[in-house]
Every structure is written in structure tokens, then in C-alpha cells.
């Protein structure tokens, strides 16, 4: 079992900068991969980036690409979302996900955090 818990959003101006956190319990966290998606209001859940298990391979959606850097500390089983350059259009709740089956579908994620609000203004 993995439980994880995102922490770090909040309320932005457009051009700041966000770092979530998701915070993972249970040893094996590190034989997982992890992901960051978003779901805006009225709108599916969407992919954001993810990292493999050793954090030496990283996957971006383009609408992240360049802004936002994934990145994983297996000794503390957290999972890191560094978001700079924040658009209005990046305001949506951001869920951290752990995944044996592949990175970037929703369906291939088994774990899920309770999310985290990132508001941005313009």
C-alpha cells in the first residue's frame, strides 16, 4: 500500500512560481513511479509529468514543458513539482499519483493523493 499527501499549493501571480510536494508512506514508494496531474473544473484529470522509479527518466505534457521539472528523493519518499512561469490556465487542483504500469494515463495510476488547490491570478 501507498499512501501519498501533496502539499505547497496555493495563490499565485501569473509569472510566479509553485513547488508541490507529495509526501508517500509504505517502503516500497521507491519501486513506483510517481506523477503529477491536474484537474480543472469541469474537466477530465489531466497529465502534468511523471518520473520512473530511480528518477532518471522524466515525461513532461507539452502544456509543462520547459516550465515545470519533476523530481523524486527516494530517501525521504517525496516526489517534487517545481511550476515557474504560471499561467491562469495552470489553476487547477494537482494530484500526486504512484504507478507500476506506465506514466502518463490516468488509468495506470493505482495510488492517488487528495490534491492539492493551485490558484493562478492574472
Given at each position: ?86 499561467k491562469p490556465e495552470d ?9 507500476n504500469r506506465g506514466y ?19
Amino acid at each position: 500500500q501507498v499512501q501519498l499527501v501533496e502539499s505547497g499549493g496555493g495563490l499565485v501571480q501569473a509569472g510566479g512560481s509553485l513547488r508541490l510536494s507529495c509526501a508517500a508512506s509504505g517502503r516500497t514508494f521507491s519501486r513506483y513511479a510517481a506523477g503529477w496531474f491536474r484537474q480543472a473544473p469541469g474537466k477530465e484529470r489531466e497529465f502534468v509529468a511523471a518520473i520512473n522509479w530511480g528518477g532518471f527518466s522524466t515525461y513532461y505534457a507539452e502544456s509543462g514543458k520547459d516550465r515545470f521539472t519533476i523530481s523524486r528523493d527516494n530517501a525521504k519518499n517525496t516526489v517534487y513539482l517545481q511550476m515557474n512561469s504560471l499561467k491562469p490556465e495552470d489553476t487547477a487542483v494537482y494530484y500526486c499519483g504512484a504507478s507500476n504500469r506506465g506514466y502518463q494515463n490516468v488509468d495506470e495510476y493505482g495510488y492517488w493523493g487528495q490534491g492539492t488547490q493551485v490558484t493562478v491570478s492574472s
